[in-house]
RNA sequence: GGGGGCAUAGCUCAGCUGGUAGAGCAACGGCCUUUUAAGCCGUAGGUCGGUGGUUCGAGCCCACCUGCCCUCACCA
């Protein structure tokens, strides 16, 4: 507690009295940890001096000498500080320092006795002088609230976390070199619009003072993004943030990394075989295992993903025959699902989420949904009741979903008007992505991936709030309540 | 929002049937110039998440509150 700190806090006024400064300069010419390993391993000891830096992971003092680890971003190495090399006034310095210090270091690269790879200390500087300790060195951080509210301290603490958030990175890039190279551009559009549509979901609310009035924060860049199209931007993407204002979960987090792409002349077939394409080209990259282990579960990347009508996995999982309504709604209700006055469509998606969706473990592509919901979708040519429309689950988790986009302006302002005068109170209907309809939208195919989902997969952790560096949390502690208010 | 679980030293965890608080790591002092979960000797460290209650006595039982995890609902 104070304890620790009143302790660092004497050493560091002894640092400063001998006239170093705890929070030293930057460094040139540093080498990564990783890379002085990988270079000893190939061409053995060198020479030169090699200059380092990173924080105190280890210490093992032994008297007049000592064996410390420091770990960088890319790993770790160990150093050996012996009176004799650095001199009185260094090692009086290095027994100033607590685990957790980041330092410089400069010297020689050698192997010890025991076959580790080491630097021997010629020189030593302070970078950063630690006023608390690190988490346990060997069970690491493992309370999962500190993990989240002090992501810091998981870094620290942690390989497993920094692995899986720098895969989330290269995730990310992967995504954008893979559309780059297809000719696709990224742009953005506004994540405050005046009425949130693209989605159906509960929207954050905000204000804007000058303009005096209520915005949304983005529930979906979609409507932007096919105004793009009209504009003649045939190849577009968007990686950025959306706002859901709904229930939190292992697989919602409110603000969450979508990636959209639309293809002019495109169509749902085209996208489902980017996404394939696309997701099982990350996989590769990021594993060499096809299977994933994710849970309980283990995922089998191995493509050509299955692909499957809507009403065929109905019938082949929950035994259920789209035609015969009666026998579904029996069904239905058999599995306590609420059926009322809920039209047919909606009854079917409430059992294929419940007795359908727990089954699609490997990738699979479910096609051509029921046309009502979805609004914003082309129907299939051979039977209108369906739309041009797929999902893609990995482990019952949907990852992608993807149409065939509507781009007749009527039957969209029909079809809004539907849905309008269904269950959305909130917002109104977007006339002005009508207005642009009417000019002129290529047919084209869209797509979106949950990216923090994609990364869930990919790493193999299944709860989001170990892919999104800072999840939501309430705080800590909160302001005692007010006995005036309500 | 409903249901279930968890909260003990800085960190990781024990704590029996209710009898007054423990270990390892970290810290502090000492010894130690090839160790690696270094070792050896010694020391210190606690509002047991919070507030009430039951009891002669509460970390333990009860109620309420706070936070987190799981799950259901809304949703991607």
Redesign the pocket.
């Known amino acids: ?1 104070e ?2 700190e009143q ?2 806090l ?2 560091l006024k002894k640092l400063r009295e001998k006239g170093i400064d705890p929070y030293g300069k930057s460094c040139n010419g540093l080498k990564s940890l990783r890379s002085i390993v990988e270079s000893y391993n190939e061409k053995g000891e060198e020479s030169d001096n090699v200059r380092v830096a990173g924080r105190i992971s ?12 420091i770990r960088d971003w890319t790993g770790k190495i ?1 150093l ?1 500080i ?4 650095v001199g009185e006034d260094q090692f009086e310095t290095f027994k100033l320092l ?3 210090d980041i330092i410089g270091v400069e010297g020689k690269v ?7 790879i ?1 630097i ?1 200390v010629e020189n030593l500087t302070v970078l950063s002088k630690a006023l ?18 002090q992501r810091y ?1 998981d870094l620290i ?1 942690n390989e497993q976390a920094m692995k899986t958030s720098l895969d989330r990175i290269k995730i990310i890039k992967g995504i954008r070199n893979f559309l780059d190279s297809r000719g696709y551009v990224e742009v953005e559009t506004p994540m405050m619009q005046p009425i949130p549509g693209g ?4 929207p954050f609310i905000t204000h804007h003072n000058t303009l005096d009035m209520d915005l949304y924060l983005r ?2 860049p979609e409507l932007y993004l096919k105004r793009l199209l009209v504009g003649g931007m045939e190849r577009i993407y968007e990686i950025n943030r ?3 204002n ?11 990394t ?1 990636l959209e792409a639309y293809e002019a002349y495109g169509d749902y077939n085209s996208m489902m075989r980017l996404t394939e394409e696309l997701v099982s080209k990350l996989a590769s990259e990021l594993r060499s295992d096809s299977n994933i282990s994710f ?1 309980e579960k283990t995922v089998d990347m191995t493509t050509p993903w299955r692909r499957a009508r809507f009403n065929e996995l109905l019938e082949e999982y929950a035994g259920v025959d789209f035609d015969d309504e009666a026998a579904m709604r029996q069904k239905a209700e058999g599995l306590g ?2 059926t009322g006055n809920m039209p047919r469509d909606v009854v079917a998606n ?1 059992i294929f ?2 007795e359908v969706v727990p089954k699609l473990n490997n990738p699979t592509f479910v096609i051509d949904y029921p046309a009502s919901l979805c609004p914003l979708t082309k129907l299939c040519e051979d039977d209108k009741r369906f739309a041009q429309r797929f ?1 893609l689950y990995i482990a019952s ?3 992608a ?1 993807s149409y065939t986009e509507l781009n007749e302006p009527l039957e969209q302002e029909k079809r809004f008007i539907e849905q309008i005068g269904g ?1 959305l109170d909130w917002g109104k209907l977007d006339d002005d992505f009508i207005l642009a309809l009417k000019y002129g939208m290529p047919p084209a195919g869209g797509l ?1 991936i ?1 990216i ?2 994609l990364v869930m997969i990919l790493t193999g952790n ?4 170990d892919v999104i560096l800072f ?8 302001p005692p ?1 007010e006995e005036t208010v309500e």
């Open positions: 507690m304890k620790f302790d660092r004497e050493k280890s210490l093992r003092p032994h008297g007049k000498a000592a064996f410390a680890d160990q050996y012996k009176l004799n090399n607590d685990l957790g050698f192997k010890t006795k025991t076959g580790e080491t021997v608390l300790p690190p988490p346990e060195k060997w069970h690491g951080l493992r309370d999962v609230e500190l993990r989240y509210r301290l603490a989605a159906v979901a509960r529930i979906a959306n706002f859901r709904e229930g939190i979960s292992t697989r919602h987090n409110p603000e969450f979508m849970g699902l609420e409430d989420e419940e999902e988790i949907e990852i979903n269950k979106g949950g923090d989902r299944p709860s989001i709030r999840p939501l949390l309430r705080p800590a502690s909160r309540a």
